[in-house]
């Protein structure tokens, strides 16, 4: 599912890396455009809105300087900053796209052992095992078919007595993962979707069938994995979609699987940066806004009224509960 990049937009400190040197290598036959700071690219700033698409064909190579940690209260205890920011897909609800022209491209960070090395400290000085969500900013199965980041980061981390890493995905990529001693320190879990959404809202992301595949593998596997249904989009006749998605999941997850996982429910959040940029990117795209279901929330952003996200999430619960029995919901938002 990985395009190859057109266009490669570097920091100079990142060649001082292993692996930015890598990557320069690897790329080598692509445009190098060097820039000062990732932050702020001239070049891609001053894009309008239906080239948001296009930006998404190149890559920036860059030295990750924020390292702060924000406590997070649902699968983990830490968000963390790690490897990569944004994404080559472009899902439509996207919530890194809060400033176009920052956030819509993949950016990779090559100071990977300074971020693990700061997450195995934090874990150790703790009483207790703590996780640490590093997939909060990207999909870390997908930046791996460049990096190898992953692959590495499992194999370090599994080293450790202490702590776990989670991320989450969209992407079936898993083949790499398997084989490795991961020691039962990292959390995989699928994001999924009924499949007529993933096809017309989740572009760049892998069929369902092939997500469940993966799932079943990384159980066989056994790593700790979680399914997400998310984000949770109430098109027209989304009941009959989604019941169809919990029928789909009893029908081709592995017994081994049904065992092992736990779900997460998320309702989507949109916003006004998402239309605009949507109507022009996207101009013959669903449409995801809906003034009788949706009420604003915060500046610029939009959710579902709370009775229907409360029948949703009730009419969720029951789906879950007759087509996987197993497995155990942690929430639902």
Known sequence: MLREPNKVYYEEAALRYE??????????HLLWVP???HNNIPELRGNPNREFARMKHAIVVAVRKTHKYTENHKTSDF????TSSGCSAACLYCYLVCNF????YLRLFVNREEMLSKIKKTAERSGRDLTFEIGSNSDLVLENEITGNLVWTIENYGKMQKGYLTLPTKFDMVD???????????????????????????????PLDAR???????????????LIIAPVIMLPGWKELYSGLLKRLRECLSENAKRQLFIEVIFMTYSYVHRMINSEAFPNAVELYDKERMTGRGRGK???????????????????????PEVRIEYIV
């Open 19 to 28: 692996l930015g040197k890598r990557l320069r290598e690897k790329y080598a």
């Open 35 to 37: 820039i000062e700071n």
């Open 79 to 82: 968000l963390v900053p790690y």
């Open 101 to 104: 022209n920052k956030c819509a």
């Open 176 to 206: 790499p993962l398997l084989s490795l001693n991961h020691n039962g320190r990292t959390i995989i879990r699928m994001s999924v979707n009924p499949e007529e959404i993933i096809k017309k809202v989740e572009f760049g992301t892998s």
């Open 212 to 226: 469940i595949a993966a799932i079943n593998k990384l159980c066989d596997a056994n790593y700790k994995t979680g």
């Open 302 to 324: 939009y959710c579902y009224k709370q009775p229907l996200r409360e029948e949703g999430g009730l009419f969720l619960q029951n789906e879950i509960k007759k087509n996987l």
